[in-house]
Nanobody, 123 residues
Framework: QVQLVESGGGLVQAGGSLRLSCAAS????????MAWFRQAPGKEREFVAS????????DYADSVKGRFTISRDNVKNTVDLQMNSLNVEDTAVYYC????????????????WGQGTQVTVSS
């Protein structure tokens, strides 16, 4: 069983930064692909970033490339999302997700999800 708990959301002005963290309760964290998704009101859940189990090459949605950075610590069992240069379009509930095997940008491929953390960017 995998349990994921996000933290770090909040209210920030446009141009500001936030750092989200996801703590995983899992036996072998290092074997899981970790990802962040987000869902704005009235919109579908969308891919933000993923990082493979080895901590190798990360993948990002075009909308966040150059602004967001995903990282993981396989000792602390955490995955973080550093978000810089935030804009109002980044406002959403952000979810941490985990799966085995390969990285994927499809939320349907992820069986494990956190409860989400709200990020609100004001203009």
């Amino acid at each position: 069983q995998v349990q994921l708990v996000e933290s770090g959301g909040g209210l920030v002005q446009a141009g500001g930064s936030l750092r989200l963290s996801c703590a995983a309760s899992v036996r072998i964290f290092s074997s899981y692909v970790m990802a962040w998704f987000r869902q704005a009101p009235g919109k579908e859940r969308e891919f933000v970033a993923s990082i493979p189990w080895s901590g190798g090459k990360s993948d990002y949605a075009d909308s966040v490339k150059g602004r967001f950075t995903i990282s993981r610590d396989n000792v602390k069992n955490t995955v973080d999302l550093q978000m810089n240069s935030l804009n109002v379009e980044d406002t959403a509930v952000y979810y941490c997700a985990a799966r085995g095997l390969r990285v994927s940008g499809n939320p349907k491929d992820y069986p494990y999800w956190g409860q989400g953390t709200q990020v609100t960017v004001s203009s």
